[in-house]
C-alpha cells in the first residue's frame, strides 16, 4: 500500500509500522531548505546545500558544521539525510511528526533533543507552536524547523562577529546555544504577559466587558500551550545533564545547568501567570455581579419609594359609595402633595443611608 505523504494527527498513522516517515501536522508551504555554516576559531563557511549529495558529513574535519533544515513535510528530503548521517529510522520518523512533546533520546554516536518553539503575537493574543528537532553529533548538528523564521538569528550573528569563545568552541555548545536560546524566548513571552495581565486586571476594574473574557479565554488555552512546551524541558536538560556521552562535554554541561535554573524559573513564572489568569476570571465575574448589584440596588430603592404611593392610589381608587375626601374641593392637590413628600423623603432617607 502506497504511504500517504502527509498526515493532520498522529491518530491517522495508526497500522502503519514503526519507523514510517511520514509528515504529521499542518502542511506549510515553505520549500525544504538546507543551510550550511561550518565554522572553526578562523573559519567561516556560510552556504545554501541545494541537494543531499552535497553534504560530506565528517568526524575528522576540524570544524564544526551546522544543518539547518527548513521544510519537514519533505519526507524526501529527512529520508536522505536520514541515510547520508546514518539516522536511526524511529528519529526520522518523530523529526517528520510535528506533534511531538520535548524530550532527549540518546543513540550510539548522536543525541537527538526535540523542542517546541513558541510564537507570541501580543496584538491577536495568538500563540504559534511548532516543533523544532536537533541532532548533535561529534563535529556537527542538524536542526529542523517547521518554516523559516528569525530564531536561530542571535546565534548565526554571534558565529559571524565572533573569533572567540563561541567559534573556538564544540557542537556540543552550539547546541546549549539553541536550547538557551529557545528557553529564553520562553521568557520573552512571559514578559507579553505580564503587561497584558496587569492593563487587563485595571480594565476589568473599571468596566468589564464581553471582550475582556474572549481575552481571558484565548490567554487561558496559551497557557496550555506553553504550560505543555515548558513542562517537559526540566526532563530535557536533566537527561543531558546525566548523560554520559563522549558528545557533551563537562564543560558544556556547566552552561546547561545554568538553563536548568533558566526553565525552572520559566516554569514558576508560567504557574504564576495562570493563577493570575484565573484571578481575571474570578474578577471579571465579581465586577459583573457587583455591576449588577448596584442596578439591583437602584431597581429597589425606586420600587420602595412606590410602596407607599401604589398604597395610596389604591386606597382612593376604591369603588366606595362614602368617601369624604373626594368631595373635598383640595382634595386633588393634597394627594400629590402627600405623594410628592412622600417619596422626597425616602430619597433624602436612603441618601443618608448612603444607599444612593
Known sequence: MTQPFSLSSSSEKFGLAPGSVIHVGERLETAGKIKLIEFSKDI???????TVSELTPSKDKPTVSWFSITGLHDVELIEQLGKEFAIHQLVLEDIANTHQRPKVEEFDDIIFIVLRVIRFDAESLTFDNEQFSLILGSNFILTFEESESDLLHPIIRRIQNSRGKFRS???????????????????????????IVENLEDQLLLSPSPDMLNTIQKLKRGMIFVRRAVSPL?????????????????TTKVYLRDVYDHTIRVAEGLDTYRDLIAGLLEIYLSSLSNKMNEVMKVLTVFATIFIPLTFLAGVYGMNFDYMPELKWAWSYPVFW????????GLLVFFRRKKWL
Open 169 to 195: 568552541q564544540g557542537a556540543d555548545y552550539l547546541s546549549y546555544s539553541i536550547i538557551d536560546l529557545v528557553v529564553d524566548h520562553y521568557f520573552l513571552i512571559e514578559d507579553s504577559l505580564d503587561e
Open 44 to 50: 567561516l563557511i556560510e552556504q545554501e546545500i541545494k
Open 337 to 344: 402633595s402627600i405623594s410628592l413628600a412622600t417619596a422626597i
Open 234 to 250: 526540566r526532563e530535557v536538560l536533566n537527561g543531558l545533564l546525566r548523560s554520559e556521552s563522549d558528545l557533551i562535554r563537562d
